[in-house]
Each structure stands twice: as C-alpha cells, then as structure tokens.
C-alpha cells in the first residue's frame, strides 16, 4: 500500500504562485511515477505533470508547460509542482497520484488539495 498526502494548497490572486507538495509514504522505492491532475467543477480531470520519485525524466503537459514545473525529492519521498503566473481558470482541486515502474495505471490518490485563484 502505499500513501500520498497533498499540501499547500490555498487562495492565492492572478498573477501569483504556488508551491504544492505531494509526499509517499508506504511501499514506494525511487523509481515510482508520481503525477499531479487537476479537476474543475463539470470539468475533466486534467493532466498536469509527472516525475519519477529519484526526481528523473520530468513530464509537464503542454497546456501548462511555461508556468508550471514539477520536482523531486527522493529523500523526503517528496514531489513538487510549482505554479506560476497563475489564472483564475487554474482553480481546481489538485491531486497527486502514483504508480510502480512496471504499472500502467495511476494505482494511488491523495485526497486532493484546493488551489483557487481570484481574479
């Protein structure tokens, strides 16, 4: 089992940043995938960025790449995801999630944490 706990979510104005952090605990080693989503009310969810937990082979979708940015730290088993130059059309509930190396699906959630940014 493994799990993942979200933090540093919170209200934050257009134009601004934020750090949010996304931390294993459980039966994880380095080579772990950790991904963050997002979802809007009546929106998909959204792809936002993986990484692996060593902090290799970075992934940031298109749609975000520019302001957004993901990060590692393997002895903390932490991931980050830095959001800068934030829009009010990036309020949403953000989760981490992740999988084995050998998985080709997202196996555990965290419960999410809130970003809201005002305009």
């Known amino acids: 089992q493994v799990q993942l706990v979200e933090s540093g979510g919170g209200l934050v104005q257009a134009g601004g940043s934020l750090r949010i952090s996304c931390t294993a605990s459980?039966?994880?080693?380095?080579?772990?995938?950790v991904g963050w989503f997002r979802q809007a009310p009546g929106k998909r969810r959204e792809f936002l960025a993986a990484i692996s937990l060593s902090g290799s082979s970075p992934n940031v979708a298109d749609s975000v790449k520019g302001r957004f940015s993901i990060s590692g730290d393997n002895a903390k088993n932490t991931v980050y995801l830095q959001m800068n130059s934030l829009k009010p059309e990036d309020t949403a509930v953000y989760s981490c999630?992740?999988?084995?190396?050998?998985?080709?699906?997202?196996?555990?959630w965290g419960q999410g944490t809130q970003v809201t940014v005002s305009s």
């Open positions: 459980g039966r994880t080693d380095s080579n772990y995938r």
């Open positions: 999630t992740t999988r084995s190396s050998t998985s080709t699906t997202w196996d555990y």
